[in-house]
């Protein structure tokens, strides 16, 4: 058994005991009352989902496992030579709560290049696609086809113990996790990059190995390593993680699962929207017409765009009441990187002038900056022009957080999930309608 296997055993022991106690001294305990506006508008706020692994405050954004994104970077063992934490790493922390040692960490490392190889079968289906799928459906059923090797099916058909759920789920999570960089890199070589596919080199760590399967040299395997960690946890409630978690409460394995999650991202209004932000800031820049993107010009053109009945996208959070700590960190990237890339100029300028333009604009509940206001400008610079590719990358860092909840559900025993519906005449008769 591995370290972080023995590490994540102990730590569900510990853990077990505090649900079970929960449930049965204080179950009836209110959380708070549904509105008939939640009921109507997605269960927006109603608080009804539990995990430990990440939380979002309005105020100090993303926490793992308790720690702000700043804290999370400095925590973990860093890649030599880079300033960025070893994605392996990050998932034992996430997983177990602890800031691993480097040695504890190699060991992931290690672990995930022993399962990292992708079966031939899922290159053949790739391949039997039409060239123009999306690639999200290509991810999708390439997580998919894998089902057949679910190690959590096999030991459920012959007879598991429901406290051992989690065991054969930490290790399909394992192998679909090590395996994700590889299907990532080989759907962007095979549709954008004329069929040319890189093999994997082994002495290279997740975030570097993917960068090196795309072929983008230093330090966009940083740039992986940041994005894969920013991306990969934001509670239970968003589409993709609450889709995971959801099709997991049927016990499906994590391929049905994940695969589920990543149907989810794929829409507009979730993972598209950093694809979305780029496209407008492009167009926007063509409006400025190479003028330098100075304060006041950027105050006209954001005021041209607001009086004309648009918004200005990459701003603004269903929960975040501050700028997103994600984008910082990605804006500190660039700013130690590509301080004078035109475009990422613009974004800059757009940062310091947007907030205050859409407080005096008054319509919208939070100006700041979420994380998709700056992630597409660093993949453009990189060379990932095709905004089509960007949320795979999402779901590449996506599925850190989601598989590593799925683990901890099953740990806990979480039942499958089923909301109760009211018809609209039962809301009606609840408002005092006739």
Avoid at 55 to 61: A, N, R, S, V
Avoid at 231 to 241: K, R
Avoid at 388 to 393: A, G, M, N, S
Avoid at 421 to 433: F, H, Q, R, V, Y
Wanted: glycine letters at 8%; a negative charge; proline letters at 6%.
């Amino acid at each position: 058994m591995s370290t972080l296997k023995e590490t994540l055993y102990k730590k569900i022991q510990d853990h077990r005991p505090r649900t079970v106690r929960l449930l049965k001294e204080h179950g009836d305990t209110k959380l708070g009352d549904v509105t008939i506006t939640q009921a109507i508008g997605g269960a927006r706020g109603v608080k009804c989902l539990v995990t430990d692994i990440s939380y979002l405050d309005p105020f100090e954004g993303i926490r793992f496992r308790g720690k702000t994104i700043p804290e999370t970077f400095e925590a973990l063992p860093k890649v030599p030579g880079s300033e960025y934490p070893y994605v392996e790493g990050f998932w034992y922390f996430l997983l177990t709560g602890d800031v691993p040692t480097m040695e504890q960490t190699l060991a992931v490392v290690e672990d995930m290049k022993a399962r990292a190889t992708v079966p031939r079968y899922v290159i053949d289906i790739l391949r039997t696609m039409p060239r123009d799928s999306h690639p999200m459906t290509m991810f999708s059923t390439a997580i998919l086809a894998m089902q057949r090797e679910a190690i959590f099916v096999k030991q459920y058909n012959a007879g598991l113990s429901k406290f051992d759920y989690w065991d054969p789920t930490y290790e399909d999570a394992m192998n679909l996790l090590a395996k994700l960089p590889a299907i990532a890199a080989y759907i962007y070589r095979m549709k954008f990059k004329a069929d040319t596919p890189i093999h994997a080199k082994t002495e290279l760590d997740f975030g570097g190995n993917f960068a090196h399967m795309m072929g983008i040299p230093a330090p966009y395997d940083d740039v992986a390593r940041m994005y894969f960690i920013l991306h990969s946890d934001h509670e239970s409630g968003n589409v993709s993680a609450h889709t995971t978690h959801l099709v997991a409460s049927a016990l499906s394995d994590v391929y049905y699962s994940l695969s589920a999650g990543i149907n989810g991202l794929a829409g507009p209004l979730h993972g598209l929207a950093n694809q979305e932000v780029l496209s407008w800031t492009q167009a926007f820049m063509e409006q400025l017409k190479g003028a330098e993107p100075t304060k006041e010009v950027i105050e006209k053109a954001l005021w041209d765009t607001l009086n004309s009945g648009q918004v200005i996208p990459g701003y603004g959070h269903a929960v975040l009441r501050k700028t997103d700590p994600r984008y910082t960190s990605q804006r500190e990237f660039c700013l130690a990187n590509m301080p004078d890339y035109p475009l990422f100029k613009v974004v800059s300028a757009i940062y310091e002038v947007a907030p205050g333009v859409l407080q005096e604009h008054g319509k919208a509940k939070n100006p700041w900056p979420n994380v998709d206001a700056q992630s597409g400008v660093i993949q453009w610079y990189y060379g990932i022009t095709e905004y089509d590719f960007y949320t795979v990358l999402f779901g590449v860092g996506r599925a850190i957080g989601v598989l590593a909840n799925v683990i901890w559900d099953r740990a806990l025993g979480y039942p499958i999930e089923r909301p109760k519906s009211l018809t609209t005449k039962m809301l009606e008769d609840a408002a005092g309608i006739e």
